[in-house]
T-cell receptor, first 113, second 116 residues
Framework: KAGVTQTPRYLIKTRGQQVTLSCSPI?????VSWYQQTPGQGLQFLFE???????NKGNFPGRFSGRQFSNSRSEMNVSTLELGDSALYLC????????????FGSGTRLTVV | AQTVTQSQPEMSVQEAETVTLSCTYD???????LFWYKQPPSRQMILVIR??????QNATENRFSVNFQKAAKSFSLKISDSQLGDTAMYFC?????????????FGPGTSLSVIP
């Protein structure tokens, strides 16, 4: 079955712009989590959505937001981009109980210039 | 709050040899789950192995096995017969029991290089 699909794979944006990243989870998975990965901070949890509801949220400013649609696809949005937002953004899907582990997408590499 | 520590930022091993990656964690929980994930240069994180804290038996998946010491809060990964394809970042991860709907917490990672 198809894996977790993240689009786009690469993105270059200018400071002050906004960006939307997309994640399509594995068919049947209802939970989507987002992580930011940087060399200095490692993997930082952004938020998790389950059945269109945000179930958990990390310690990121309000410029970072997300949503989940009825088909479980999720988007995350970053407004007023800063240079420090440059990172690999990873999406992970699960059936809803992460005890069996996540299935990750290949990520979106965002570069802010 | 839970924390996960991986004290070895980089490691290397000769092909066909055995290597052990260390992980310690801090928690006051009694029931939880531990994971090792692998991230090769292709960037996609792959689940290598998982351990349920209430199980005393160490998990094994082919060439990968763990040494889970609950009292010491230690969860090391042993890779036997190392292969070139094992070259990757390895992340140790912790999660409380699922009913808390808590996030998975990752360690800082260990970069493993397998040398031919």
């Amino acid at each position: 079955k198809a894996g977790v699909t993240q689009t786009p794979r690469y993105l270059i944006k200018t400071r002050g712009q906004q960006v939307t990243l997309s994640c399509s989870p594995i068919s049947g998975h209802r939970s989507v989590s987002w992580y930011q990965q940087t060399p200095g901070q490692g993997l930082q949890f952004l938020f998790e959505y389950f059945s269109e509801t945000q179930r958990n949220k990390g310690n990121f400013p309000g410029r970072f937001s997300g949503r989940q649609f009825s088909n479980s696809r999720s988007e995350m949005n970053v407004s007023t981009l800063e240079l420090g937002d440059s990172a690999l953004y990873l999406c992970a899907s699960s059936a809803g109980t992460e005890t069996y582990g996540y299935t990750f997408g290949s990520g979106t590499r965002l570069t802010v210039v | 709050a839970q924390t996960v520590t991986q004290s070895q930022p980089e490691m290397s091993v000769q092909e066909a040899e055995t290597v052990t990656l260390s992980c310690t964690y801090d928690t006051s929980e009694n029931n939880y789950y531990l994971f090792w994930y692998k991230q090769p240069p292709s960037r996609q994180m792959i689940l290598v192995i998982r351990q349920e804290a209430y199980k005393q038996q160490n998990a094994t998946e082919n060439r990968f096995s763990v040494n889970f010491q609950k009292a010491a809060k230690s969860f090391s990964l042993k890779i036997s017969d190392s292969q070139l394809g094992d070259t990757a970042m390895y992340f140790c991860a912790f999660m409380k029991q699922w009913t808390s709907y808590d996030k998975v917490i990752f360690g800082p990672g260990t970069s493993l290089s397998v040398i031919p």
